[in-house]
């Protein structure tokens, strides 16, 4: 049997088991990302890796460049997620699409 491991369940071991302050991390990175939330980028490379936004918030972290046409703005299946990518429309943009018309 393979366990399988939520990111909140390592953050939080990392934590607590190892004395890793996670508040640091997370200063560092909102000093990192502040700048690029002001000018409200969808992303942006930062030292290799490629900073993801929705708005002011910075949602994802990806080695990968996200695609021009990416609507939503996680990993959308390629790296870590198992979401659609912006290539599929989701089953709530349908929804939506279907009830605006």
């Known amino acids: 049997m393979t366990v399988k ?3 909140h369940a390592l953050v939080r071991w990392l ?3 190892h004395g890793i302050d996670m508040e640091d991390f997370r200063r560092k ?3 990192l ?3 690029y939330a002001a000018l409200k980028v969808a992303h942006v490379e930062i030292g290799g890796v490629w900073f993801v936004f929705n708005g002011e918030i910075l949602v994802t972290v990806t080695p990968q ?3 021009a046409s990416q609507t939503r ?3 959308g299946g390629t790296i ?3 979401g659609t990518g ?3 429309p989701t089953w709530q943009s349908m929804k939506r699409r279907r009830n605006h018309k």
């Open 65 to 67: 460049k996200p695609p």
């Open 29 to 31: 990175l909102a000093v």
């Open 73 to 75: 703005r996680h990993d």
């Open 86 to 88: 912006a290539d599929k």
């Open 5 to 7: 491991i939520t990111d």
């Open 33 to 35: 990302a502040a700048p």
């Open 15 to 17: 934590e607590r088991a």
């Open 80 to 82: 870590n997620g198992r």
